[in-house]
């Protein structure tokens, strides 16, 4: 299990500050039932962290020319026909994935392509499973455009406690499923948007697995 690029210099920083804070209850103060506690909530906390920043190497085995696979691990949290009115300003099918802190927080390319358009939208920062989130949150829109030329539309919305979006892709680049789109940091939501009339693999309820988790089928 590698330690994804965004979190080292995050983890280093960490490990820093509870290790001083640590060193100075241990002379201050020396007192086991003060300094033992803390120190065990100190490693706790770091390997939580740590565990958010954990970055699994994957790679998706099914039919990759029709597959749209799941850009991020979570929980399906919407499955329907909705209005797309910030780059398509048409019906298309809404595939949300909501990310606990729990989750593995990289963002895959959901399938193969050319990256036609890049954009970033400040926004509020609302809880991410809520509806609202995918239109009044911080987000970043990418589309991509298939080589059978659909565009499936991926959007990475902010959290509660989700303050920074990282996004690779940039216009012009060749995409794959197995790459990293971006990253999303502590909480967050994934978005995708898919043309009518796609076959949807995944209810409600169900988990995916980023990279791994073919979510419908062009």
Not at 49 to 71: Q, T, W
Not at 156 to 166: D, K, S
Request: hydrophobic content about 45%; glycine content about 6%; some cysteine.
């Amino acid at each position: 299990m590698k330690i994804h690029q965004e979190g080292q210099n995050i983890l280093i920083i960490l490990c820093i500050i509870l290790l001083i804070l640590n060193s100075l209850i241990h002379y201050f103060i020396n007192i086991h039932y003060v300094s033992i506690p803390f120190l065990v909530i100190s490693i706790i906390f770091f390997l939580l962290v740590l565990n958010f920043f954990r970055s699994p190497k994957r790679h998706y085995k099914g039919d990759i020319e029709n597959s749209i696979v799941a850009p991020a691990d979570g929980t399906i949290v919407a499955v329907e026909e909705v209005m797309e009115n910030e780059y398509f300003h048409d019906k298309r099918i809404q595939v949300s994935i909501f990310m606990s802190i729990f989750n593995v927080h990289a963002n895959w390319f959901p399938v193969n392509g050319t990256v036609t358009h890049v954009s970033h939208q400040n926004g509020r920062f609302m809880a991410a499973y809520l509806p609202k989130s995918s239109t009044e949150n911080e987000r970043s829109t990418v589309v991509i455009k298939t080589d059978k030329g659909e565009e499936i539309l991926m959007r990475q919305i902010a959290g509660a406690m989700a303050r920074r979006i990282v996004t690779y892709a940039e216009v012009g680049d060749k995409c794959h499923i197995n790459e990293h789109m971006g990253f999303i940091k502590f909480g967050s939501r994934v978005d995708v948007f898919l043309p009518l009339g796609t076959e949807v693999l995944v209810k409600l309820n169900d988990k995916t697995t980023g990279n791994i988790t073919q979510i419908a089928r062009l």
